[in-house]
């Protein structure tokens, strides 16, 4: 049996490692945060679960995500997009 080679990331929120497919992955673009649905931009990217908890708890990490994009970002820029995410997520429900 051939075994699938999953690429493993993990989340910038929570730590954990999880198969690519399971998190959402976060790019930079154009001087701004956009979120990569298709997982086709190029760049460095940030992965998070799509959980509150773990938006939630990278928001208290500042300076994490632009940190792991290698990009410099004010705060709020980054601040703004998590905030962002949250509100979509409670939109949702
Ligand atoms: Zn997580």
Known sequence: ???KHVPVRSC????QKKGKGELMRIVYKDGGLVMDDGGKLPG???????QEGC???LLKKKGRLSHALRVSLRHEAEEGFLRGLLTE???EE
Not at 12 to 15: A, V
């Open 1 to 3: 049996m051939k075994v």
């Open 12 to 15: 910038l929120g929570c730590g």
């Open 44 to 50: 460095r990217a940030g992965y998070l679960c799509p």
């Open 55 to 57: 938006i939630d708890s």
């Open 89 to 91: 997520r409670e939109g």
